[in-house]
Structures are given as structure tokens and as C-alpha cells.
Nanobody, 120 residues
Framework: QVQLVESGGGSVQAGGSMRLSCAAS????????VGWLRQAPGKERETVAR???????YYADSVKGRFTISRDNAKNTLFLQMDSLKPEDTAMYFC??????????????YGQGTQVTVST
């Protein structure tokens, strides 16, 4: 059974930084497409960043140059480093994973989410 558990959310002022982590059990991050999604109140869930088993990366336009996705294969942990945070980054952030090596549009597994709140 696949379990993804996020940590690292909280509150920060605009311009600040935060790093999210995601630990997995029953799943190997290095073997498949993995990523981070977010959902703000009243909005659809969107993919923030993802990368394939082969390292092909994608970032949403709204976070390019500010967010960095990475993984520690030895610890089987996925990270999202968020810098220069803006109030519009406020959302529930989800770690997500697929059953494919190259990324597709749908996700097979989600964590429970961690709230990120950016204040002015």
C-alpha cells in the first residue's frame, strides 16, 4: 500500500521561504513520475512541479524561478523548496505520485496535504 506523508507547511510572510518534504512507504520516488500539487480555496487543484524518473522537469509558470523540486533517493524523500513566497501561493500542498516513469496528466497517489499560508 502506497502512503505519502507531507511535512513542513505553516505560515510565513511574503518574501520568505519554506521547504516541504514528502516521505513515502510502499513506493520508490526515483522510479516514477512524482510531483507537488496545490489547491487554493475555490480553485482547482494544479500541478506546481513534477519530474519524471529520467529527470524531465516541469514547473507551473506561476512558480518558475521561485520553487525547486528535488528528491533524496537514499532517503526516499521528495522536497519542494519555495522561495520568494507570495500571498497567492497560499494553498494546501499535496505530494503526488504516478505509476509511470514518464509523467502523465493524472496522478495515482496523493498525500494528505500540508497547508501553506503566506501573509502580507
Amino acid at each position: 500500500q502506497v502512503q505519502l506523508v507531507e511535512s513542513g507547511g505553516g505560515s510565513v510572510q511574503a518574501g520568505g521561504s519554506m521547504r516541504l518534504s514528502c516521505a513515502a512507504s510502499g513506493y520508490t520516488f526515483s522510479a516514477y513520475c512524482v510531483g507537488w500539487l496545490r489547491q487554493a480555496p475555490g480553485k482547482e487543484r494544479e500541478t506546481v512541479a513534477r519530474f519524471s524518473r529520467y529527470g524531465n522537469m516541469y514547473y507551473a509558470d506561476s512558480v518558475k524561478g521561485r520553487f525547486t523540486i528535488s528528491r533524496d533517493n537514499a532517503k526516499n524523500t521528495l522536497f519542494l523548496q519555495m522561495d520568494s513566497l507570495k500571498p497567492e501561493d497560499t494553498a494546501m500542498y499535496f505530494c503526488a505520485a504516478q505509476s509511470y516513469t514518464m509523467c502523465r496528466t493524472t496522478w495515482d497517489y496523493y498525500g494528505q496535504g500540508t497547508q501553506v499560508t503566506v501573509s502580507t
